[in-house]
């Protein structure tokens, strides 16, 4: 239940300049990978060791634009209010390498598949940071928030909607939630959710964290309860006094632009290496500035500038390919409120393939990845990540440039140009503008969009900026996720889930299907990589490949770019590190050597 909204493509992409008329110089060759060298070199963490207790340091956030700033997981779903609330922001279970749940967390977690069940149970002693347990009510409170319409959350799926009673108390039938038992009350600390009997066994990948199928986090009722579930992503209780059980609370916040965050006194693993965490915004711009200057004890590299940080002193670069990527996704329907589901429109704009896969072949990814980032950003062929080991297919070639092939596909399809016209017509003749929508990011990204509007052009396509200018974040999501008529297409980017199943992305009652696009046999493909089959690992990679494949083939979302991610840290910082085993003790461990 990872996945976020990034911040930008760009951020991604890191700021690539425009490509017009650069031809192939020997920058632009594909020799030129000297930052993806540097990167393989470097580790996944700093070093291990004893970290004294005390001291502050900075966190750069960058983005052109403030962060929104709504602390509560069951209704944050953007990566700049993750990182925002990272320091206090602990899920209930801490996992393996491989991101299989263990016990070594806040929770633990008993899966029994005969029974359909899974037993959360929260340890004694773990407190939010205002002193008071965290009981089984909070937990239970968390899918209420979730499932309540009126909350308006975007984690509501069809995944979640297998825990028995959760799509009656969704759809107003129902006052609770009748699937999530607590067997000591309210007030204990054990939670037993039940799946729906059309589960004739549990799901492959539920012992996996970010599987889908059940909430990570828990919300405390005791503080919120009183808040109306319409009110609550607007309250001052979650936009300015949140609570958390992590090693850190919150002690001061300049909304949209900082947080400062000072130990937890009353965290489970004991005190918190440092006395203060400040994490402030910056334009991405300034970063290599910034790094320069050491303004920050940590502060994420843009990758077009590694050339101007490689060689600075005083910190260590921790670098990892994370779980994410760039996408264009097209818009061919709307989304239903009344059924909560997409409603494919079969005549919209966007709705034909050959289309859509023109305008994956006309883009030069690969040449603008190569030639601006030194090979720190790469193209990426499929929706799902090598990372994923054997799910990947490594068959599907995405989309390469290819002109010609662009030009006959557009040809095929009927796309036609009048004598002495520059733009093509739809095939019944008329007139076709298509609007773009991308968000504002470093200061070369916006040449790097009017690049990809040339290369369009070059395939005869009128491609037009939606409001005719890169949009600001927060605005773009919301014209995105109200499906605003004045955007055809748009460029976004996922920080993915642990685990690869893709229902709550592009399944028919997923809200992040923000291309809404449902077909019968897309519905398919992703039921049965979830399917009682799928526990046998051979039918479900044999699953994933056949949704990549057909992906490949409807191209309702083109898979674009994914990045080394580059951290500069405080070369006296230990136990800082980006492995998942980590991710639950990060920031308790995290101090100054001794």
């Not at 130990?263 to 910034?290: C, E, F, H, M, W």
């Amino acid at each position: 239940m990872k996945r976020r909204m990034l911040g930008t493509f760009g951020v991604l992409l890191a700021g690539a300049a425009l490509l017009a008329g650069c031809g192939k110089s020997s920058s632009s060759s594909s020799s030129s990978n000297s930052g993806a060298k540097d990167a393989k070199k470097f580790p996944e963490a700093t070093a291990t060791a004893t970290a004294k207790k005390g001291g502050s340091i900075t966190v750069a956030e960058e983005s052109d634009t403030p962060v929104k700033g709504v602390f509560l997981n069951e209704l944050s779903d953007s990566a700049p209010d993750s990182d925002f609330m990272a320091f206090g922001n602990e899920g209930l279970f801490a996992t393996d390498d491989q991101y299989k749940i263990n016990n070594k967390g806040a929770a633990t977690f008993k899966m029994d598949r005969q029974a359909k069940t899974v037993t959360i149970e929260v340890k004694k002693g773990v407190k939010w940071s205002d002193g008071k347990q965290v009981t089984a009510k909070d937990v239970e409170y968390s899918y209420e928030i979730i499932a309540n319409k009126a909350s308006q959350s975007s984690r509501y799926t069809s995944s979640l909607a297998d825990i028995v009673g959760l799509a009656e108390y969704h759809d107003g039938k129902s006052k609770k939630i009748s699937g999530i038992e607590m067997p000591d009350g309210e007030s204990g600390r054990k939670v037993v959710l039940h799946f729906n009997l059309h589960f004739k066994e549990m799901k492959p990948g539920m012992t996996q964290s970010g599987n889908g199928f059940f909430w990570e986090y828990a919300a405390p009722y005791h503080y919120l309860k009183d808040v109306p579930f319409s009110k609550l992503q607007s309250s001052d209780k979650v936009r300015k006094n949140p609570l958390f059980f992590g090693p850190y609370k919150l002690s001061k916040l300049v909304r949209g632009q900082s947080a400062t965050w000072v130990r937890n006194p009353y965290y489970y693993r004991g005190k918190a290496k440092l006395d203060k965490i400040t994490i402030s915004v910056i334009s991405p711009n300034s970063a290599s500035q910034s790094i320069k200057s050491k303004k920050f004890d940590m502060i994420d590299v843009v990758n077009s500038q590694w050339k101007e940080v490689k060689g600075t002193k005083g910190y260590n670069f921790v670098a990892h390919i994370p779980l994410s990527y760039s996408y264009m996704g097209f818009k061919v329907g709307k989304w239903d409120k009344k059924t909560g589901s997409v409603k494919m429109n079969k005549n919209s704009k966007m709705s034909n393939r050959y289309l859509r896969q023109a305008m994956g072949y006309a883009m030069n990814v690969d040449e603008v990845t190569q030639h601006y980032t030194q090979g720190l950003s790469f193209r990426v062929k499929t929706l799902v990540p090598e990372a994923f080991g054997d799910f990947y297919d490594k068959s599907v070639k995405g989309f390469p440039l290819n002109i010609k092939k662009a030009n006959a596909l557009l040809d095929k399809a009927g796309y036609k140009k009048k004598k002495g016209e520059t733009y093509r017509r739809d095939p019944n003749g008329k007139k076709l503008t298509i609007h773009l929508a991308a968000m504002s990011g470093t200061s070369t990204y916006e040449a790097t969009v009017q690049n990809y509007l040339q290369q369009w052009k070059k395939i005869g396509l009128h491609v037009t900026l939606t409001t005719g200018r890169l949009i600001e974040f927060n605005s773009f999501y919301d014209k995105i996720q109200n499906d605003d008529p004045s955007v055809d297409v748009f460029m976004g980017a996922w920080s993915l889930s642990s685990e690869p199943s893709q229902d709550d992305l592009y399944g028919p009652k997923a809200p992040y299907n923000y291309e809404r696009f449902a077909t019968s046999e897309n519905t398919k493909l992703l039921k049965e990589m979830n399917s009682d089959k799928a526990f046998n690992h051979s039918y479900r990679v044999q699953k994933f490949h056949e949704w990549q494949q057909y992906m490949q083939k409807e191209a309702f979302v083109i898979p674009l770019t994914n990045s080394y991610s580059i951290t500069a840290v405080n070369s006296k910082l230990v136990n800082y590190s980006t492995k998942p085993s980590k991710a639950a003790t990060l920031w308790y461990e995290t101090g100054f050597k001794k």
